[in-house]
């Protein structure tokens, strides 16, 4: 008897039910190959996970007599085998070894290279499920005649996806951020620095190469997970007021200057490869709050929270950019933001969206333009002139620097009003699990209950993942 191990983000893979050699090496592969449920820090290039992949699969048995045939059935779930080419048992252990091995390997963009370079050696194929960009240019070439979605010919995370500046070549392994038993694990399988920098941080936040083992309905990280205990606003709103709400009026000892800023944001996958696209479908929750844990006078009130729940979807696609670079993902999006206050200090929004992803080389910017859901009378509107603050969209982008660091942002204008905002984080690495975090911002909106109160602040602290900026 050998088991079907059947799930939609790994590979098909069966295991006999005899006692002996060949049921341990089939079931060293089943589990090498069925890694669910992973805990995630960060959907980076330099994510890092909690847990190691543990096996948790649905088996149903048939009938069969050997590992050889559960590993020519891995590269050929449904076609005839034939059995004079079967590889030995010597050969299925050292593919479930390396498998096992690549597992170990906690940084995600490291571990799927490993995965690849595994499957590209032909020794055992990859668990997580290669995906397909749409084609943008030929897709939009059919709409006149017979509308069809085209997949780009090659997206099996090779270097077609790069830009010239991704896909030059580094000596050697950069090993910051790696443990020594994982670069010497990814040196013994010969991964290379080239084949890890594919795996670039839009392509993990989003799955745009590869299905994540970690599947649906798993918590990922979504902004980042950051703790700020030193920031300092220059000029605190005072009086919080809004065009259809009375200004609510504090002290300079009830709001004091320097205050401890975190927020904690997640998302799930709730669908995959939709539509037949490959489109996902996500869901994300962001929770940013200002605690004067300093003011000790007032008890160290929270001053303000925002809650921003929001369902949106993402489609890989693949387009040339000027100079040099790639178009990666579209997607579409709603959220409701608020602060959960009562009057006169609600503040409250709703919004659809529409956001892409591109990168050119180390940069990589994610647009995003939105229109306000206007569901509300005059009377009940807590600020109907957000937009004049908040503009019409945003735009984030990331930059890479050398061991780890990064520089992002995120900038919103509105042109009419001439208003708008600029934030801009520095992240520098203080361990494995933990980096420093450096904040700057200067406009309008650093929360919703200062939408039309224009301040500068600076924070440090720590983010809690190795977020990039997305």
């Known amino acids: 008897m050998f088991a079907q191990v059947i799930s939609r983000y790994q590979a098909q ?81 050292e593919q479930a070894q390396l498998f096992f091995e690549c597992s170990e390997v906690q940084t995600s963009a490291a571990r799927l290279a490993c995965f690849d370079k595994v499957a590209e050696q032909g020794k055992t194929p990859s668990y997580t499920m290669s995906k397909q960009s749409v084609d943008l240019a030929k897709t939009i070439t059919t709409i006149s005649g017979s509308p069809q979605v085209v997949f780009a010919e090659d997206n099996n995370g090779n270097n077609s996806n790069l830009t010239a500046a991704q896909s030059e070549t580094t000596e050697s392994l950069d090993t910051v951020g790696l443990t020594q038993r994982e670069a010497q694990v990814l040196e013994d399988i010969g991964v290379t620095q080239e084949q890890i920098n594919k795996y670039t941080p839009l392509s993990l936040a989003y799955d745009l190469d590869q299905n994540s083992e970690r ?60 539509f037949g696209t490959n489109a996902d479908l996500w869901f994300g929750y962001t929770q940013q709050s200002h605690w004067q844990v300093y003011n000790e006078d007032n008890s160290r009130p929270f001053r303000a929270t925002d809650y921003q729940p929001e369902i949106f979807l993402t489609q890989p696609v693949t387009a040339n950019l ?26 409250s929004w709703n919004r659809v969206y529409l956001m892409a992803g591109a990168e050119w080389g180390k940069l990589s910017i994610v647009p995003r333009v939105w229109t306000r859901l206007n569901n509300e009378n005059e009377s009940s509107e807590d600020n109907k002139d957000i937009e004049d603050f908040m503009g019409y969209g945003e735009v984030k982008f990331a930059y890479d620097l050398a061991d780890q660091k990064s520089v992002s942002g995120t900038l919103r204008f509105n042109p009419d009003t001439k208003k708008g905002a600029a934030q801009l984080d520095y992240i520098y690495p203080l361990s494995k699990n933990v980096n420093g975090y450096v904040q700057l911002f200067h406009g309008y909106g650093e929360s919703i209950i200062d939408y039309n109160s224009e301040n500068t602040a600076i924070g440090i602290g720590i983010v809690l993942n190795d977020w990039k900026g997305f």
């Open 215 to 274: 599947g649906t309905w798993t918590i990922r990280p979504h902004n980042p997970n950051y703790v700020l205990p030193l920031f300092y606003t220059f000029d605190p709103n005072l009086n919080p007021s809004s065009p259809s709400r009375e200004p609510e009026t504090f002290d300079s000892n009830e709001i004091r200057n320097t205050e401890l800023k975190f927020q904690l944001s997640l998302k799930t996958k709730v669908g995959e490869d939709l």
């Open 322 to 347: 000027p100079f040099g670079g790639r178009l990666r993902m579209v997607g579409a999006g709603a959220m409701h933001h608020s602060n959960g206050k009562a009057d006169p200090i609600s503040r």
């Open 13 to 93: 893979c069966y295991s006999t039910s005899k006692i002996g050699l060949k049921t341990y090496l089939s079931m060293a592969i089943g589990i090498a190959l069925s890694g669910t449920a992973i805990q995630a820090q960060a959907a980076t290039n330099a994510q890092v996970y909690n847990e190691i992949p543990v096996a948790d699969a649905n088996v149903e048995y048939l009938s069969d007599d050997s590992p050889q045939v559960l590993y020519e059935r891995m590269k050929n779930p449904d076609g005839p085998i034939d059995r004079s080419k079967l590889p030995s048992n010597a050969f299925v252990a």
